[in-house]
């Protein structure tokens, strides 16, 4: 049965993903044959578009681009009438007579054509045979070109299917999901589904299985979980198998939150053993879900959505996550600025601030915190406690601290040129004691700017990592070239003493979260004294981070703190700004600000 809609026939044509595709031998092979089988001058396989013919195979018809106009070929009247079409004489035809095909050079005087009929019934090309002469052909010829017709469809469906079905488990795959996410968009816009990216198990599991139970083992289950997943969903949705033990479930129907109560009571069926080579194997599963609108970006964004959330559904370790905006947001600009680390330190984006640190014995100002700056291109600024996190989980954390440690040290050697004899603290990350080579870096950048490095302080804070191998050499290494080493925000966090006696720090900074309200919590003086004067006793130089007001400096100076730094003296400041603000706080001037 022929079917007529246009929108759905030319939907089924795109499906098909054929137009615009490579020459290829088995469709030249077939006009050939058809050519010589009926000793005709020309055959070719036209494909009828929405307004043109697009021709796939041709042998001994050449027609000029004008000709495939849609309106202008045979074979749009050979896909309207559903059978083979046969003029017997074009100059006959009142229907093309005139026909630029038939008037113009390439004489078309005989056409016969036999529809291209898609499984589910739309014609949307033509097998075709022209000569230059007037003649015709039997029934039983113009049944055999119905029959190749039929080889050229079959092939083309073949072509499609090896391109949509995966390997494995047989089931659609993910260019098939985004064909039908694509022709729902055009047929049903407007309409909402709700697509689940499903892993089950999750490739941890996943991994271990192959590991212990070998490929064949794997796949069986995954065609296990294929069936599985068929029949607590056959009449409800559409399955597709994405990768590995990924699968995709597309409702039926516009009814989204029926069906995301439908998944969430499933429970008890995804937790159900499979039985696999009769080892029964209970498998976790990890399900993103998404309701969206149809529309002609869905099948980019609802892929996309989902995986988002089955992300998320992994990380929290839960069943379900629903695709949460504000979250994929989040991930989205992380990845971003991650990707545009290393082209920001190219074009110059970064910049170091330094903020002043005050000698409590005498207010003078003598050293500063270097701290990063982001001002990206089109997000603007970003703050380091936004972007150090994402980028300290990567190893781009090397070269962006190399820029800053290069950044540092010239400062600072330019301001001792000047005779100011500044002294820098630069933060590193944990990664950056990893680096095989950060202790010869260190010392290199010294030497080449001539710092002595004495006047290099590192910050790192305390933590686990410490405790890895070589991390406490690497320590020891950076003391051995004369820098100094502080624990920064101290108190909050790991706080082994038994192990931080084993680290060769000089330095603590007491964390700014325990100095900004300790004139105010009794609770935080009591802390904070006792952490400076445990630091004190084990012989450390204790610095607060975070001072803010003049009750909190006058707390802290009491209890033996030796230096501070905070919003009470001056935000992190431009390299200028910075030396002015030493210049005033030196010598004479020293005592008025603390
Ligand atoms: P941090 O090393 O603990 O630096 C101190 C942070 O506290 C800075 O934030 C500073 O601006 C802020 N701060 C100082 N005094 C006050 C105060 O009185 N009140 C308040 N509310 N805040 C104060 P910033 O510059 O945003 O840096 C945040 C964190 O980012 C730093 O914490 C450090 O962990 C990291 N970071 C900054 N620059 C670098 C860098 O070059 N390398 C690495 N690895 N990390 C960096
Ligand atoms: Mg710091
Ligand atoms: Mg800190």
């Known amino acids: 049965m022929l079917r007529n809609s246009e929108p759905e026939r030319i939907a089924a044509l795109h499906q098909l993903g054929i137009l615009n595709t490579n020459t290829s031998e088995y469709f030249d092979a077939v ?218 479930i597309l409702s039926n129907d516009e009814d989204t939150q029926g069906f995301i109560d439908y998944l969430q009571g499933l429970e008890a069926q995804l937790q159900a053993p499979l039985l696999n080579l009769n080892i029964p194997l209970n498998l976790p599963s990890f399900g993103g879900i998404v309701a969206f609108e149809l529309c002609p970006t869905a099948a980019k964004d609802a892929p996309r959505k989902a995986a988002a959330a089955v992300n998320q559904a992994l990380i929290k370790q839960q069943r379900w996550s629903v695709y949460n905006n504000a979250e994929d947001e989040r991930q989205q600009r992380a990845f971003r600025l991650l990707n545009d680390v290393q082209a920001g330190i190219e074009a110059d984006q970064f910049q170091l601030v330094y903020q002043p640190k005050h000698d409590l014995a005498n207010g003078a100002c ?93 910050e790192c804070t305390e933590g686990i990592w410490m405790e890895g191998s070589g991390i406490l050499k690497t320590l020891h290494d950076i003391r051995a070239l004369g820098m100094s080493l502080a624990l920064d925000d101290f108190g909050t966090g790991y706080s082994n003493f038994a192990y931080l006696q084993k680290v060769p720090a000089t330095v603590v900074k007491v964390d700014q979260s325990l100095i900004r309200n300790v004139h105010a919590n009794p609770r935080d003086q009591r802390i904070v004294r006792s952490l400076i004067s445990l630091a004190r006793e084990l012989d450390y130089q204790v610095v607060a981070e975070g001072v803010e007001t003049e009750q909190s400096l006058g707390l802290i100076r009491e209890w033996g703190c030796h230096i501070a730094q905070g919003y009470h003296f001056a935000k992190p400041l431009a390299a200028p700004a910075f030396l002015q603000h030493v210049v005033l706080y030196s010598g004479s001037n020293a005592a008025v600000g603390a």
């Open 366 to 458: 003598l050293s500063a915190e270097a701290l990063l700056r982001w001002n990206h291109d089109e997000l603007g600024p970003i703050s380091p406690a936004e972007f150090i996190p994402l980028v300290e989980k990567t190893a781009l954390i090397g070269p962006l601290t190399h820029w800053v440690i290069r950044t540092a040290i010239k400062q600072v050697s330019e301001w001792h040129a000047d005779g100011h004899r500044v002294k820098v603290a630069i933060n590193l990350s944990a990664y950056n004691f990893e680096e095989p080579d950060i202790v010869q870096r260190l010392s290199d950048v010294c030497r080449e700017f001539n710092v002595d490095p004495r006047y290099v302080e590192i």
């Open 31 to 248: 006009t050939r044959l058809v050519a010589e089988m009926f000793g005709m001058s020309g055959a070719y396989i036209s494909l009828i578009d929405s307004d043109r013919q697009w021709i796939k195979s041709t042998v001994g018809f050449c027609p000029p681009p004008s000709a495939n106009q849609r309106d202008q070929t045979f074979c749009d009247h050979t896909i309207r009438q559903g059978r083979v079409l046969m003029i017997e004489d074009t100059l006959l035809d009142p229907r093309f007579a005139n026909n630029p095909l038939v008037t113009g050079p390439t004489g078309v005087r005989f056409y016969a054509g036999a529809p291209l009929v898609t499984p589910e019934g739309y014609a949307i090309g033509a097998l075709c045979v022209i000569d230059t002469k007037p003649r015709a052909l039997s029934e039983a010829d113009r049944d055999r070109m119905t029959g190749m017709a039929a080889l050229v469809m079959s092939h083309i469906m073949l072509g499609r299917a090896v391109g949509h079905v995966d390997s494995v488990s047989g089931m659609p795959n993910k260019y098939q999901m985004a064909d039908d996410l694509d022709a729902l968009g055009k047929r049903h816009a407007g309409q909402q589904r709700v697509l689940v990216a499903i892993d089950m198990p999750d490739s941890a599991r996943a991994f271990e299985i192959v590991r212990v139970l070998g490929v064949a083992v794997y796949d069986q289950l995954i065609r296990a979980v294929g069936d599985r997943l068929k029949l607590l969903f056959e009449n409800r949705a559409h399955l597709y198998h994405l990768t590995d033990a990924r699968f995709a």
